[in-house]
């Protein structure tokens, strides 16, 4: 089936401006070939403009006529069809060697760039070259975008740099206000121009071990949502240093709560963001378990690829759920991280 009906041509208002000169009118030498981006007019039609305009003799300024279109499927970022996103929300409270603090963030868009979410996110950006048992051994392929801190010129606040060169963040969108209940303080966020939610939260407690955090959007240029999980007790680790030594094992340790959380370490090394760890160490296991033992194999492999910059390294208990909306999943993240220093000697 068609997903485009189109029923009137229009007229746009003033769009651009257009300078003309000498003395044939302010249309001399004007060219009107810079329509607008097609826009959502609402949830179910899109403008769509016509690449040729007309000048306004009056005036100087460019008009655009413009098809308007009904999309079976919605209309969503200037387009027709399906919107299809996905979605976080992480609530964490972290303590390292040089700050303890609690956040909250949550973003939207058709592709959660690494510069766009929390640190453990860059796992998933990452190539498993081996595993044992819970633990993997992960590189980088050399992608991820944003591999230098800046361009020249430098890149627009809605940009990142790829190399050399200025790019776009993907397509991106608000889900109106999201309040969080279930936790130590009160708390509602609303997303900037460039749809970014982040609070940086005071206390030494973001929520309380076994209370029911629970995330809810109002909706905005997406559909609203509920997604809710259990809070976790606050980390404690036997020691914050990880001794990766050739050829043998290496064990990380906590004390353990009688919760169904998980525990993840994931150790670090290469050029710190923009770019992603050239290598990383990731285990994941039950927070019951109370230590993991990272195999003397991936201890090698790690140490190989090591050299003399070391990416931040954490240890973090959490608890995760993942709600299906209308335009895709949102994932809920509530953890408790502790920063970890390595010695490879």
């Known amino acids: 089936m068609n997903a485009f ?39 179910e039609t899109l403008l769509r403009y016509e690449a040729e305009g007309t000048c306004n003799p009056g005036t100087g300024l460019c008009e655009y006529g413009y098809t308007e279109v009904q999309c079976e499927d919605g209309c969503y970022g200037g387009k027709c069809g399906e919107m299809r ?113 982040e609070e940086e939260l005071a206390g030494e407690r973001l929520f309380d071990e076994g209370s029911v955090v629970t995330v809810t959007a109002s909706g905005g240029e997406l559909e609203g949502f509920s997604v809710s999980a259990t809070a976790v007790e606050l980390l404690s680790v036997d020691s914050t240093v990880v001794d990766l030594i050739a050829g043998k094992p290496a064990v990380v340790s906590w004390t353990p709560q009688a919760t169904d959380a998980r525990m993840q370490v994931f150790l ?21 378990d109370g230590m993991v033992t990272i195999p003397a194999s991936i201890v090698d492999s790690f140490r190989a690829a090591a050299g003399v910059n070391q990416q931040p390294c954490e240890i973090m ?25 390595l010695n490879t000697p």
């Open 5 to 43: 009906r189109k029923t009137m041509l229009m007229f746009a208002g003033l769009v651009f401006t257009c300078c003309g000169g000498g003395g044939g009118g302010p249309c001399e030498g004007v060219v009107c070939d810079d329509p607008p981006a097609d826009t959502c007019k609402d949830g």
């Open 85 to 197: 996103a996905v979605g976080y929300v992480a609530l964490l409270e972290e303590k390292s060697s040089w700050e303890d603090h609690n956040t909250a963030r949550a973003y939207f868009a058709e592709e959660l760039h690494m510069l766009k979410t929390p640190f453990f996110y860059d796992a998933r950006r990452m190539v498993e070259k081996h595993r044992e048992g819970s633990c993997a051994y992960l590189e980088s392929d050399g992608g991820g975008g944003a591999k230098l801190l800046m361009c020249d010129p430098p890149c627009g606040p809605d940009q990142y740099c790829d190399a050399v060169v200025c790019v776009d963040f993907p397509p991106h969108w608000n889900v109106g206000t999201i309040a969080v209940e279930g936790l130590e303080i009160q708390l509602s966020m609303e997303s900037d121009q460039y749809d970014n939610y």
């Open 268 to 288: 670090r090394t290469g050029m710190h963001r923009p770019r992603l760890p050239a290598a990383a160490i990731l285990c994941d296991v039950p927070d019951g």
């Open 317 to 341: 208990r959490y608890n995760r759920s993942v709600q299906a909306t209308p335009w895709g999943e949102v994932e809920l993240t509530v953890g408790s991280i502790v920063g970890l220093q």
